[in-house]
């Protein structure tokens, strides 16, 4: 009897068990009712049909996150790099990803690596690195557009890792040091061409300065020469004015010719006293003596005169 009631118990939980069905809030699940597809349940508390209703798949309604595995892959300029990365996407239509597609993890990946072998192929392996964000947005449009029958949405992709291989590393590595270099010397030739450029417009502000306080010199000087010009053309004309006026007055002409006979005599003497050859002696060359002798016999006889007269 015990027996017999133990499997009844068994049995009424079995059926319990078989007819109520819990959801939760992160999943949808599809109901077959009779191996058809009967409805999709959202989260709540369900009663099933039991040995009729089944449940056939349960699906993740969260946003699910997919590590896509490192694949080589070959980039337009023929340099094999290997890339990894992670996608992300969600399901939008449970019963389209039960039965649209077998597995649409599986499938997404696969078609991840695909797309990205192909796209990477179109670049070069420095516009993956500067083109990033536009190498996942292509991933992104051409998965989304074949998972859609599948009711999978693709949210996003990112590269995650580019990682080429020893050699192109090593090459990549003296390009680079060839190109440090390279700017290093532009850098020192545009140093030494503006030092140069620097001294030459230095010389040259020089040799304008000293051009110009030449310049200012010399017209400083050729006005200082015509203001001493100015000057003795003044004193002359003044003096010239005071010998006409003394010339008018008694007397002026006889002084003005004494006066020049006096010059005319000491010139001749001094040209006589400079000349290397005498003409006659010495004591007889000298007019001025002479005159003076004549000057001061001349006065004595007229002093004579007057005193006789």
Not at 74 to 81: A, E, G, R
Request: charged share 30%; net charge neutral.
């Amino acid at each position: 009897m015990l027996t017999i009631y133990s499997g009844i118990i068994l049995f009424i939980c079995f059926l319990i068990f078989k007819t109520i069905l819990i959801v939760s809030e992160r999943e949808n699940i599809i109901i077959e009712r009779l191996g058809k597809y009967h409805a999709t349940l959202l989260p709540g508390i369900y009663f099933l049909i039991p040995f009729i209703d089944s449940v056939a798949y349960r699906q993740e309604m969260r946003e699910q996150v997919i590590d896509i595995p490192s694949q080589s892959v070959i980039t337009k300029d023929n340099i094999q790099v290997e890339i990894d990365g992670l996608l992300y996407l969600k399901v939008m239509d449970p019963k389209k990803a039960s039965y649209g597609i077998g597995n649409y993890l599986a499938a997404s990946i696969n078609l991840a690596q695909t797309t990205m072998r192909s796209e990477v192929g179109k670049i070069t392996l420095g516009a993956i690195f500067s083109e990033r964000d536009e190498v996942n947005a292509k991933i992104i449009s051409e998965i989304d557009k074949a998972s859609d029958p599948w009711g999978v949405k693709v949210l996003r992709y990112e590269i995650k890792d580019i990682a080429p291989s020893r050699q192109v590393v090593d090459t990549l590595e003296k390009q680079m040091e060839a190109e440090r270099e390279k700017r290093a010397e532009i850098t020192r030739a545009t140093a030494e061409k503006e030092k140069l450029i620097n001294v030459s417009e230095g010389r040259r502000q020089q040799a304008i300065n000293v051009s110009e306080g030449e310049k200012q010199k010399r017209i400083n000087e050729a006005k200082g020469r015509a203001e001493g010009i100015k000057l003795i053309a003044e004193s002359t004309a003044q003096s010239l004015s005071l010998v006409g006026a003394a010339i008018d007055l008694p007397g002026g002409d006889a002084a003005l010719k004494m006066r020049m006979i006096d010059q005319y005599i000491e010139q001749l003497d001094e040209v006589i006293g400079k000349g290397e050859i005498s003409l006659f002696p010495a004591q007889l060359a000298s007019l001025k003596g002479i005159v003076d002798e004549l000057k001061g016999s001349g006065k004595a006889s007229l002093g004579r005169g007057d005193l006789n007269g």
